[in-house]
């Protein structure tokens, strides 16, 4: 080894963070350390890498002999030297620990062991294995040496990251011009209901691309399987319409099922104007003159009736607060009507507007009520204040009075 190398290798050792060079037997570090920039880059995102904390080192995934200061040594193919694969490579080369339940249980006994056997059935691994290696691998989403668990918000799969993950394929137009797919995925979902109340609210329950397209076995849900996707988290909706008058009527016409409605990737936040005669989405299959029209401004006139009481109800409730009264009986009778629209909303799935009726008429008379107990509420503090009033001029008067006693007596 000449004097500049050895010079080197002792200036990146003093470089080095000191979990580095506490692992004084790992050349692989150390020599790696001293190359070029983007080489010493790998070795600082490597030491907050979960498997250096696990306990794994470069050797784990890469073979060779990390005690051997002798890059031949170190390297040699007969010490199961295998050094970066190659995209095609690289799931059987993460698979060779993680599809295996022993190595696991070991480091992370809850973390499933079929994440290789899922890629190759998704759409990624099918064009890899017909040896397109411009798809995503392991790396592509994970990274190669800065992995950490999903729930670290510094990892690229932390739940509010993953959008931006797979943006940085998907929303590239070069890299999808090949294969024909958009690129307005990503723009569509941080507007999206989904989006924002993932993003701007911080509500990591919110789906992600990943709660949609699955993780390991990322594929575009198909006509037949959408509902049963968006199902997963909204299970009322996905039953109520599997069971009306519309849902075999669209398999028949290859609609997607909520999608129809809702979109896909810009789900807006679904109100009344869905039902709206110019601009809702209705129109699109439905004249104004059909009887699917009709039935959407019905459902609408029910929906707004009920949002008009519950704001009105509300906003008495509020007043009546204001003024000092209590009406904590009152905001338990409007969390009802509450209730109710919510379920009324979700029985629209049903097309149906006697089963929507159903549901809005006891929401509709509970926030009647709580209306009824605000404005009860709001003459009650009226009154005590005309009474508050006569009994101050009561008193006042009975004071003066007896002021004008007690001088006269003195005089």
Request: net charge positive.
């Amino acid at each position: 080894m000449n004097r500049s190398l050895a010079l080197a290798l002792v200036l990146a050792g003093c470089l080095l963070p000191g979990s580095v060079r506490a692992e004084s037997k790992n050349q692989c570090v150390v020599c790696h350390a001293a190359l070029d920039a983007r080489q010493q880059a790998i070795v600082r995102a490597f030491q907050q890498d979960i498997h250096l904390q696990k306990g794994l080192g470069c050797h784990s995934c890469h073979g060779g002999n990390p005690a051997q200061a002798d890059m031949g040594e170190a390297m040699d193919p007969e010490a199961g030297f295998v050094g970066a694969p190659k995209p095609s490579e690289i799931p059987a080369f993460c698979g060779k620990c993680h599809s295996q339940v022993e190595s696991m249980k070991r480091y992370n006994p809850g973390l499933p062991v079929d994440q290789e056997r899922k890629y190759w059935t998704s759409r990624h691994g099918t064009r890899l294995k017909a040896g397109d290696e411009q798809v995503a691998t392991c790396a592509s989403c994970h990274t190669a040496h800065a992995i950490l668990p999903p729930n670290d918000p510094r990892s690229t799969v932390y739940a509010k990251n993953v959008h931006a993950t797979c943006g940085k394929c998907h929303s590239d137009p070069k890299r999808m011009k090949p294969y024909g797919l958009p690129t307005d995925q990503d723009a569509k979902y941080k507007g999206s209901v989904h989006g924002r109340a993932l993003l701007e609210r911080g509500d990591t329950a919110a789906p992600a691309c990943n709660d949609c397209h699955g993780n390991h076995g990322a594929t575009p849900p198909g006509v037949a399987d959408i509902s049963l996707t968006c199902g997963q988290c909204h299970p009322a909706n996905m039953e109520l319409f599997s069971k009306s008058p519309m849902a075999p009527k669209w398999q028949q016409k290859h609609y997607h099922a909520c999608a129809t409605c809702h979109n896909h990737h810009d789900v807006a936040h679904p109100d009344s104007g869905l039902f709206d005669p110019e601009q809702g989405v209705c129109r699109k299959c439905h004249r104004p003159q059909d009887a699917g029209a009709r039935t959407a401004g019905e459902l609408r006139g029910m929906l707004d009736g009920m949002q008009s009481d519950f704001q009105a109800a509300e906003a008495g409730l509020k007043l009546a607060e204001e003024k000092g009264m209590d009406v904590a009986g009152g905001w338990d009778v409007l969390q009802e009507a509450k209730q109710a629209f919510f379920q009324a909303r979700t029985e629209v799935h049903t097309f149906s507007t006697a089963a929507v009726k159903g549901k809005a008429d006891p929401g509709v008379a509970a926030a009647q009520k709580a209306a009824a107990l605000g404005l009860k509420a709001v003459q009650e503090f009226r009154w005590r204040r005309i009474w508050l009033g006569l009994a101050t001029l009561i008193i006042t008067f009975m004071v003066v009075a007896l002021y004008l006693k007690i001088r006269d007596l003195e005089s």
